[in-house]
């Protein structure tokens, strides 16, 4: 009785294609589902293009009124003696905020004095450029009178 070998090569070779088409077709037919909603005949009905919206007004945000308040007391606490025209940096570690006032000028008007600024307000939202003014009141607390973003 003879034995004779036969080499299974050329059948792994074979299966290993076999599986990979099954692997591939699997592949496709599951992608299938998530493309299925695609409107692919423009068949669906169209959004009616004449309806807008208007856009939210803009809140002030609790972090806006905190930076506010530590812009407020940076500007109002300077010595503009000593200031000058240096730039004045504040943080903000209850927000995270930080920025640097860069012009101060002190004026009054009427019987109350004020100072107008410009600062920049680095925070999770970017960077942003604001102008705004500081007053004192009668009872010598200073109020933020104007903080417009640029």
Not at 57 to 67: G, I, V
Request: aromatic content about 4%; overall charge positive.
């Amino acid at each position: 009785m003879v034995l004779i070998a036969k080499s299974n090569t050329r059948t792994k070779g074979a299966m290993r294609k076999v599986a990979c088409i099954l692997v591939l077709g699997l592949a496709a037919l599951s992608t299938v589902s998530c493309t299925s909603s695609l409107d692919l005949f423009d068949s669906a009905p169209k959004p009616d293009r004449s309806i807008s919206t208007g856009s939210v007004p803009e809140t002030r945000s609790e972090t806006t009124l905190s930076d506010e308040a530590t812009v407020r007391n940076a500007v109002s606490s300077a010595d503009l003696a000593k200031v000058g025209n240096a730039p004045l940096p504040w943080a903000n570690a209850a927000t995270g905020s930080a920025g640097v006032v860069s012009t101060i000028r002190e004026a009054r008007r009427a019987d109350q004095v004020c100072r107008d600024f410009t600062t920049t307000r680095h925070s999770y939202e970017g960077i942003a450029m604001f102008s705004g003014q500081a007053c004192l009141t009668g009872n010598g607390d200073w109020l933020l009178t104007a903080f417009d973003r640029q």
